[in-house]
């Protein structure tokens, strides 16, 4: 009898086995399918913001005119797909999780060119190149603007506390390279406050390539929108690239928090908004003027 208690035993444990391996079966091919299915956003070949970046289904990139700002960024290079952050020393950065692509921008060695830094430098050298050099100006975090023609002319701020005043101490020097030098002291005394209080705030309805979603402080950080897409219903994802603390490499960033749409975003107000290492509360977007 009890054999038989043993064999029947034996019997319902294989059958429940089989219909849990069946089971398994049954989602591993659920989850396969879904991979699959999930499509590939991502070119490793390309090196350019625009052609690296597949668009959704259902979406379509938001036109802007040539030379635009947009456009610029729209159609910045990058480094090979698999490239590094290297920090201004040279070393990794001890997290690679976060980025699809390496933005062609030297990473200077001083140690200056960190977030709001690099964003500043993208700006300036677009407006650089497209010949509107009177442009290139920045507040202080005192508030006080440095406008790059004035530098070039000669014009340093001498800085007691909080009170600067410029003088003429140097001779004038319009070259590519003293507009280097001319960045190095905005990144010295700007920052992320400064850029928090000194642009224009901007509505979600009204964001574009080129704005900027900023949280002003000590730490603060801010991250740059450079391209754009929008569906038959009017909704819009973004991508966005950041410099960051220590000075590094600037990279365009996965959304870690929606891998269906990475590594584009879905940018709303009043939202709390996780990009790659840094999590925006009570934060806004800005334009550059």
Request: some cysteine; glycine content about 6%; proline content about 4%.
């Amino acid at each position: 009898m009890s054999k038989v208690f043993s064999t029947v035993i034996i019997i319902c444990i294989l059958a429940a086995y089989t219909v849990q391996s069946r089971s398994l079966e049954k989602i591993t091919d659920t989850v396969v399918t879904k991979l699959d299915a999930t499509p590939n956003l991502i070119n490793k070949d390309s090196l350019t913001i625009f052609t690296r970046v597949n668009v959704p289904e259902g979406y379509q990139r938001v036109p802007y005119p040539k030379e635009s700002f947009q456009e610029y960024l729209r159609n910045y290079s990058l480094k090979p797909f698999g490239s590094k952050i290297i920090n201004y020393d040279e070393s990794h950065y001890f997290w690679q999780g976060g980025h699809i692509g390496i933005l062609e921008i030297p990473v200077p060695e001083n140690g200056l060119q960190q977030c709001a830094d690099a964003l500043i430098r993208i700006r300036s050298e677009y407006l650089w190149d497209h010949n509107r050099k009177a442009e290139i100006g920045f507040n202080f975090t005192s508030g006080h603007y440095c406008l790059w023609t004035n530098y070039a002319e000669g014009y340093r701020p001498k800085i007691n506390g909080n009170k600067v005043n410029f003088y003429k101490t140097a001779k004038t020097n319009h070259s590519k390279e003293n507009f280097y030098n001319y960045l190095n002291l905005i990144y010295m005394y700007s920052g992320t406050l400064s850029l928090f209080n000194e642009l224009e705030s901007v509505e979600e309805s009204d964001l574009q390539i080129g704005d900027m979603l900023i949280k002003g402080g000590s730490p603060g950080h801010i991250v740059m929108i450079c391209d754009e897409i929008i569906n038959d219903k009017g909704d819009k994802l973004y991508l966005l690239f950041q410099g960051n603390t220590p000075a590094q490499s600037v990279h365009l960033v996965k959304n870690l928090e929606d891998s269906n749409i990475s590594p584009w975003y879905q940018l709303k107000e009043n939202q709390i908004i996780q990009v790659s290492n840094y999590t925006f509360g009570n934060s806004k977007f800005v334009r550059f003027k």
